[in-house]
Nanobody
Framework: VQLVESGGGLVQPGGSLRLSCEAF????????IGWFRQAPGKEREGVSL????????RYSDSAKGRFTTTRNNPGNIVYLDMNMLQPEDTAVYYC?????????????????WGQGTQVTVSV
């Protein structure tokens, strides 16, 4: 049972990135997939939630209007499309799976985590 993130990198302010979170060893069905991030010296924070049972989404205030989370058709990959990136978006981004579907940013609900992917926004 594993989650693997990809798609991080260096981007200029105002640019865009797409992160991917792929599941190995289990099916995402009925899970809630969360994206979280941790900037240097700061606590990890929730960015987005996607309910795979009904495609409901939720975003943090900092992500609203700029980030979008979606899934592919088979449902084994969840994406985070990030637009209008700013230096304050620089962080390690993690995806995580909540099999019970609580649909909150409470990290204790997320038992499976990816290894993280670095996003750096800089000139």
């Amino acid at each position: 049972v594993q989650l693997v993130e990809s798609g991080g990198g260096l981007v200029q302010p105002g640019g865009s990135l797409r992160l991917s979170c792929e599941a190995f060893g289990f099916f995402f069905r009925d899970y809630v997939i969360g994206w979280f991030r941790q900037a240097p010296g700061k606590e990890r924070e929730g960015v987005s939630l996607l309910s795979l049972s009904d495609n409901s989404v939720r975003y943090s205030d900092s992500a609203k209007g700029r980030f979008t989370t979606t899934r592919n058709n088979p449902g084994n990959i969840v994406y985070l499309d990030m637009n209008m990136l700013q230096p304050e978006d620089t962080a390690v981004y993690y995806c995580a799976a909540d099999r019970y579907g609580y649909f909150t940013f409470d990290e204790t609900n997320f038992r499976t985590w990816g290894q993280g992917t670095q996003v750096t926004v800089s000139v």
